[in-house]
C-alpha cells in the first residue's frame, strides 16, 4: 500500500480540478460518542461543492457489534455505488474538524483498491480560511459501478495482535490521547476500562497533528523518536475503534515508510474480549 506521491492535496489542486467527471469529493466527518455532534448534520449544514457524506457507522460490518468495522467487499461496493464512487475516479476526502476521521475513510478506500485518494490537507476549516466556496443540502452523483477487493495483509486481527506482543515480533503503536493509554482518563464508550495493551507504544494523534493538518515530517520523525517507534520495523497502528489509527498510516506514508496493519477491531475489541490490561 505505499504510494508513489503524497497522500495530501492542497486546497489550491482540490480547487482547480473541483467539478472534474472523474473527481469526488467526500466528507467524512465523524465524531466520539462524547463530542455530541453528527457528521450528516454537519455535512447538510455546509460542504464542498458537491461532496457527498460517508457514513463510517452505516458504511460498516452490522454482523459484529463492534463499532464500524471494516464491512464485507460486496457491501462496500454497493454502498461506494451508491454514492458515485466508481472504479478509475480520484477521490479527495475531508472532514469539518480538519483532521481525524477523514484518515479512517482515506484509509478505508484504499485498503479496498481505490488507487487515487488523497486527503485534503487542512479539511474544511482551511478551505473556508481561504475564503472558498460551500454549499448546503443533499447531494445525490450518479451511481456508479465499485469493485472492493480487501487487501486483508493490510488489516490486523486480534490474534495478530496478541501473538505479536507475546512474540515481541510486532510494535503496536497506539495513538489514543497519553490519559487513555496510561489508564488516567475513561474512554468514551462506556464500560470499556482505560489502560494498554502489555507492550504497545503509545504515540498520541495529538503529537501527529495541530491546527488540523499533520505536522511536517521532522516534526513526526521527532514524535516516532519520543514513542521509541521504529518505523523500519514492523508495526500495527490500533486507537479507540480503529479511526484515528489510520492517522498513524497516513503519518508514516507522508514521511516516507512503510505502511503499518491496522487493528481494525482497536482497543474496544481488546478490552471487551477481557484481554490484558496495563497501566502507568
Known amino acids: 500500500m505505499q504510494a508513489t506521491t503524497s497522500p495530501l492535496m492542497s486546497t489550491d489542486a482540490l480547487a482547480a480540478r473541483l467539478g472534474s467527471p472523474d473527481l469526488v469529493v467526500i466528507d467524512a466527518s465523524w465524531y466520539l460518542p462524547t463530542q455530541k455532534r453528527d457528521g450528516r448534520a454537519d455535512w447538510l449544514k455546509e460542504h464542498i461543492p458537491g461532496a457527498v457524506f460517508f457514513d463510517i457507522d452505516a458504511i460498516s460490518d452490522h454482523s459484529t457489534p463492534l463499532p464500524h468495522m471494516l464491512p464485507p467487499e460486496a457491501d462496500f461496493s454497493a454502498a461506494m455505488g451508491e454514492l458515485g464512487v466508481g472504479d478509475g475516479m480520484t477521490a479527495v476526502v475531508y472532514e469539518a474538524s480538519g483532521l481525524f476521521s477523514a484518515a479512517r475513510v482515506w484509509w478505508m478506500l484504499r485498503v479496498f483498491g481505490m488507487r487515487d485518494v488523497y486527503l485534503l490537507d ?55 490521547a497519553g490519559a487513555r493509554f496510561r489508564g488516567e482518563a475513561p474512554e468514551p464508550r462506556p464500560g470499556l476500562p482505560s489502560g494498554h495493551m502489555p507492550g504497545a507504544l503509545s504515540l498520541p494523534v495529538g503529537d501527529l497533528v495541530a491546527d488540523g493538518r499533520l505536522l511536517p515530517v521532522h516534526a513526526l520523525r521527532k514524535a516516532f523518536v519520543k514513542a521509541k517507534f521504529d518505523p523500519k520495523k514492523p508495526a500495527i497502528s490500533s486507537c479507540g475503534s480503529g479511526v484515528s489509527a489510520a492517522i498513524v498510516n497516513l503519518a508514516l506514508e507522508v514521511a516516507g515508510e512503510p505502511a503499518p496493519r491496522l487493528y481494525d477491531g482497536s482497543w474496544t475489541e481488546w478490552a471487551s474480549k477481557g484481554m490484558p490490561v496495563a497501566k502507568g
Open 122 to 176: 487542512g479539511g474544511l476549516p482551511l478551505w473556508k480560511q481561504e475564503g472558498r466556496p460551500v454549499e448546503a443540502g443533499a447531494v445525490r452523483r450518479s451511481p456508479a459501478k465499485f469493485t472492493a477487493k480487501l487487501d486483508r495483509a493490510a488489516v490486523a486481527s486480534l490474534d495478530d495482535v496478541r501473538d505479536g506482543l507475546m512474540e515481541r515480533t510486532i510494535q503496536v503503536v497506539d495513538a489514543r
